[in-house]
């Protein structure tokens, strides 16, 4: 099945002020409807600040009969590395240059270090990531992470594609 789809935003806070304010349970039920029904949407990315806020609103979107399942725990974002070894570095990740994303399910932890095994819906996706020349976090027990190969960035580099 294909999915179509719409993000819907909850809300994200800075300096004790979110931007989406009020914030009501049962409008975003209505919405949810109105994705539905109205955009003849299947699927709903929620995203936002705040745990509460994402739970509700995944939940109204379950009940809709939406698919609201994949989220990102982030891509450009600089940080150091956060090895699965749980060990300190002083390394820069990969999300510092925008060339690594990690993926989980909305309303749950990111996988993280699942060892050997690695959630169907990662799986599913190893396939197309490698196509276009990136690589799965799960040969570092990463199973969430996709980073862009350094043959990769060279070969972009190489075509003028870096700026």
Do not use: Y
Not at 7 to 25: C, H, L, N, Q, V
Not at 40 to 65: E, F, Q, S, W, Y
């Amino acid at each position: 099945m294909r999915g179509q789809g719409i993000t819907f935003d909850t809300g994200f806070f800075s300096a004790g002020t979110s931007t989406r304010e009020p914030f009501d349970a049962e409008i975003v039920r209505r919405e949810m409807r109105i994705i539905r029904d109205d955009l003849h949407c299947n699927a709903v990315r929620v995203t936002g600040g705040d745990p509460d806020r994402l739970d509700i609103a995944a939940t109204h979107a379950a009940n809709a009969g939406l698919d609201a399942v994949l989220s990102t725990e982030g891509m450009l974002c600089v940080r150091r590395r956060k090895p699965t070894s749980g060990a300190v570095s002083k390394k820069l990740s990969n999300h510092s240059w925008g060339t690594a994303v990690d993926f989980n399910i909305v309303g749950f932890a990111a996988p993280g270090n699942t060892k050997q095994n690695v959630p169907k819906f990662i799986a599913t996706m190893v396939p197309f990531f490698n196509k276009e020349g990136w690589l799965s976090g799960i040969a570092f027990n990463d199973s969430m992470h996709f980073e862009v190969a350094d043959e990769t960035i060279k070969k972009w580099s190489k075509d003028g594609k870096l700026v």
